[in-house]
């Protein structure tokens, strides 16, 4: 069985240019999660979505950042414009969707961004 | 969220047992112990969980202080791949993971 799928795994564009990460969850996973990890720290998350609708985006920086989950399956993250503190690995996850304290949630190996 | 203490960093001998602490002495009645790991450029994957009982499994053994105000997770023979920052997280009925800054663990071959 395939695991989340994430691209691209690196990326490096200029400050103040826009760009987007892609993640493909485990199949039949309805719950999403897209993570971010700042070097030498744990990752935080950013915003959690149950099928198509975000039911707790409080921690996503709302001015730059944005999310979508069109048809419930896959999702995009989006920034724009960058910032050089936004240099991180952005992390996806899913879980089957139960939201039970026992489940386990699947991350994607990442995408590491740098901003110059 | 309850919170939990883990030391920065641990060093092991390959196929020796490594026994990683965590303190969590606020933790409620209802939160769930887990533990994830973090292997180099990759995302962090399940390693155990558990309640109230010791739990064994085939990557790690969890045990639980009678009064759960501490954990241990045990690898029984540490290998070189198992080389990674461990998280110990509180968790309660719902799905927030709240990872801290974990323990890396080097492991000598």
């Known amino acids: 069985e395939a695991g989340v799928v994430q691209s691209p795994r690196y990326k490096i564009i200029e400050k103040k240019q826009p760009v987007a990460f892609w993640c493909n969850p485990i199949s039949g996973h309805n719950t999403l999660y897209w993570y971010l990890q700042n070097l030498g720290q744990g990752p935080e998350l950013l915003i959690r979505?149950?099928?198509?609708?975000?039911?707790?985006d409080s921690q996503l920086p709302k001015d730059r950042f944005s999310a979508e989950r069109l048809k419930g399956v896959d999702s995009t993250l989006k920034i724009q414009p960058a910032e050089l503190g936004d240099s991180a690995v952005y992390l996806c996850?899913?879980?089957?969707?139960?939201?039970?304290?026992?489940?386990?949630?699947?991350f994607g190996p990442g995408t590491r961004l740098t901003v110059l | 969220d309850a919170k939990t203490t883990q030391p920065n960093s641990m060093e092991s001998n390959e196929e020796e047992p490594v026994h990683l602490p965590c303190n969590h002495s606020?933790?409620?009645?209802?939160?769930?112990i887990h533990w994830y790991r973090q292997l180099p450029s990759q995302g962090p994957e399940y390693v155990i969980h558990g309640l109230t009982s010791n739990v064994n499994n085939r990557m790690a053994s969890l045990a639980i202080a009678e009064d759960r105000k501490s954990s241990t997770l045990i690898l029984h023979r540490a290998t070189l791949r198992d080389a990674a920052v461990y998280y110990c997280i509180l968790r309660d009925r719902g799905y927030k993971l709240s990872f801290g800054a974990g323990t890396t663990v080097t492991v000598r071959a």
């Open positions: 979505y149950e099928n198509e609708e975000a039911v707790d």
């Open positions: 996850a899913s879980s089957p969707g139960q939201n039970r304290p026992t489940d386990t949630q699947y």
């Open positions: 606020t933790i409620s009645g209802t939160d769930y």
